[in-house]
């Protein structure tokens, strides 16, 4: 009983299709029986080429999207059982929006961030602390909580809007391509903001990202989709491992590991895929080390 | 979700009905219009029914989307029938307590219920096979003569084409803001009328800052590329009739016309 408890996925997505425009003309199956599970604590991942049906997968994890056909199940329950399993599904699962800073809609900042813990019926003391944890966790200035959200910068209006979504206290946060539109400055402060959310609280975390550098430095697992399907479900080392794969399905390589192949290929003595820097570093020190003793002898 | 992709009604199909230049459908759907009216007897509203059913096939677009269209209009198609059943004088059939049917109510009521589907099939029939851009056009060119009243026929064009060019832009919009905000917990469906209208405000914000934003952006598109406006504008896809859509318009014209003499003459 136990045992199973601690095996149970947060989320679960059973045998989950979705069909837009079913008796039109412009039918389109987004997603085909897919199926998934989720951790706590996990931080996941999910890549796939525009059209892969990545957004339509995540809108149906906190309910906003019905399912063709398939099943949402948040611990164990159907998000679509009933009215309130719904409502719950949107707390439970925060949802942050690819260019979430155009829901920002209010004349303060500190009143846009409190819009969903007050949907929630969060009120008083606790409504000011989520407001500032959740201002501190995106790592935005204080100061800015009595601005009006269209005077800051877009880096800023960004994470004022996920910080709208962590404010609600989700189980689970996901974010739909965080990064998309920002300059490298932006991004890194965005990655940043979700790696550190996940380790201080533990959280299960799954982001769309298009950057293969990205969720090759940040994630533990890696959800690859292709044409409605997901294709690869795997860690980052067993993603990065199936290079013909990715370069079928249209996605190019972590630059780190597209140089290590080439240089791979052309004979250097490194076996096992390399994505981080960490590692690439560690491996070619070794190299090193050993080409030293080598010549030694 | 699904109407979001199209605009209106447009069904797109490779049909002898869509392929006819949008001009002359637009001509022929005024005519058949004004043919409804003329209709009186039994042989010109069958014949009407029998050229716009025969239409209906050859546009290939299916029955149940001409059903569809009727739809919202069920209450009015049997409310004026009921009234004209019970308010039309003659030879009483049924009569209890202050209510008569008579029969040239019932037939009155018949008629105005077929007339009125015929109108609302005929007209959806144009929606449903001319796409909203070619349908400006024919409007532009149906209205061309009005130039000489000085009315800005190519303006008002343009700017009905640039409203249909962005509203499934803003209905997708919309969309996207309703979903974002639905995330926070927004509830639009339920509460008073009151709380109804205020959840409105975290959409109606957004969608305000994004369509100034469109248009700003698009003005600017437009001077960068040295829009003046006025009439020698030439377009991508100008309107060409061919000569069998000269048959055709000729045709329908001619049968048309016949159909008119015939309930011209109560037929
Ligand atoms: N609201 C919608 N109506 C119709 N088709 C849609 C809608 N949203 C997405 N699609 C289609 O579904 C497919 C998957 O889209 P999406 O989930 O947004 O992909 P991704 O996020 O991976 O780029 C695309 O082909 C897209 O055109
Ligand atoms: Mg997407």
């Given at each position: 009983m136990i045992l199973s408890n601690t095996n149970q996925p947060i989320l679960e997505i059973r045998s989950l299709s979705h069909i837009y425009?079913?008796?039109?003309?412009?039918?389109?199956?987004?997603?085909?029986n897919v199926n998934l599970k989720l951790y706590q604590g996990e931080l996941v991942g999910l890549i796939g080429h525009t059209g892969s049906g990545k957004s339509t997968l995540i809108q149906h994890f906190n309910g906003l999207l019905r399912p063709t056909s398939g099943q949402v199940l948040l611990r164990g329950e159907d998000?679509?059982?009933t009215k309130t399993a719904t409502r719950n599904a949107r707390f439970a699962v925060g949802l942050v929006m690819q260019?979430?800073?155009?829901?920002l809609f209010e004349d303060t900042v500190r009143k846009d961030i409190a819009f969903g813990p007050k949907n929630k019926g969060i009120t008083g003391v606790e409504l000011e602390r989520v407001i500032l944890e959740a201002c501190d966790a995106v790592n935005l200035?204080?100061?800015?909580?009595?601005?009006?959200?269209?005077?800051?910068?877009g880096g800023e209006k960004r994470r004022a809007a996920i910080a709208g979504i962590i404010a609600m206290e989700p189980d689970l946060l996901i974010l739909d391509?965080?990064?998309?539109?920002?300059?490298p400055k932006g991004r890194e402060e965005i990655l940043e903001t979700i790696t550190a959310y996940r380790k201080n609280t533990g959280k299960t975390v799954l982001f769309v990202s298009h950057s293969m550098d990205t969720v090759a430095n940040v994630c533990n697992r890696i959800l690859v989709m292709n044409r409605s399907h997901i294709a690869m479900d795997a860690s980052p080392a067993e993603v990065f491992s199936r290079t013909e794969e990715l370069r079928n399905m249209g996605l190019a390589l972590p630059d780190l590991t597209d140089i290590f192949v080439y240089m791979q290929n052309r004979?250097?003595?490194?076996s096992d895929p390399v994505y981080t820097m960490d590692y690439a570093v560690r491996k070619l020190a070794e190299l090193i080390s050993s080409e030293k003793e080598h010549y030694a002898e | 979700m699904q109407n979001n992709i199209t605009l209106g009604q447009y069904f797109p199909m490779n049909s002898p009905v869509h392929r006819l230049d949008a001009r002359f459908k637009l001509f022929l759907t005024i005519f058949f219009i004004v043919t409804v009216f003329f209709a009186d007897g039994l042989l010109s509203y069958g014949l009407v029914t029998l050229v716009l059913g025969g239409v209906i096939a050859m546009s290939k677009i299916p029955f149940s989307m001409i059903l569809k269209s009727l739809k919202p209009l069920i209450i009015i198609i049997l409310f004026t029938a009921i009234l004209n059943i019970f308010y039309t004088k003659g030879t009483p059939l049924v009569s209890f307590w202050i209510f008569k049917i008579t029969y040239e109510g019932i037939v009155v009521a018949f008629k105005m219920g077929i007339r009125i589907i015929l109108l609302v099939a005929g007209s959806s029939l144009l929606t449903y096979t001319t796409s909203p851009i070619m349908l400006t056009d024919a409007m532009e060119a149906l209205l061309s003569p009005l130039k000489v009243f000085k009315v800005p026929v190519n303006e008002l064009a343009m700017m009905m084409s640039i409203a249909l060019r962005f509203i499934p832009t803003l209905m997708e919009e919309t969309q996207k803001i309703m979903n974002a905000q639905k995330a926070r917990?927004?509830?639009?469906?339920?509460?008073?009328l009151i709380s109804r209208a205020k959840a409105l405000v975290p959409i109606l914000v957004p969608l305000f800052v994004s369509a100034f934003r469109r248009a700003d952006d698009l003005a600017m598109a437009m001077e960068s590329r040295c829009y003046t406006g006025g009439d020698n504008r030439t377009r991508l896809k100008p309107l060409v009739a061919t000569g069998s859509d000269f048959v055709i318009l000729v045709g329908c014209i001619l049968v048309f016309s016949g159909i008119i003499v015939l309930g011209c003459f109560g037929l």
């Open positions: 425009g079913e008796g039109t003309p412009f039918r389109h199956v987004a997603l085909d998000i679509f059982a260019y979430p800073e155009y829901q200035p204080r100061r800015l909580l009595d601005s009006s959200p269209f005077e800051l910068s391509e965080p990064t998309a539109g920002l300059d004979g250097l003595p490194i | 917990g927004a509830d639009f469906e339920t509460g008073s």
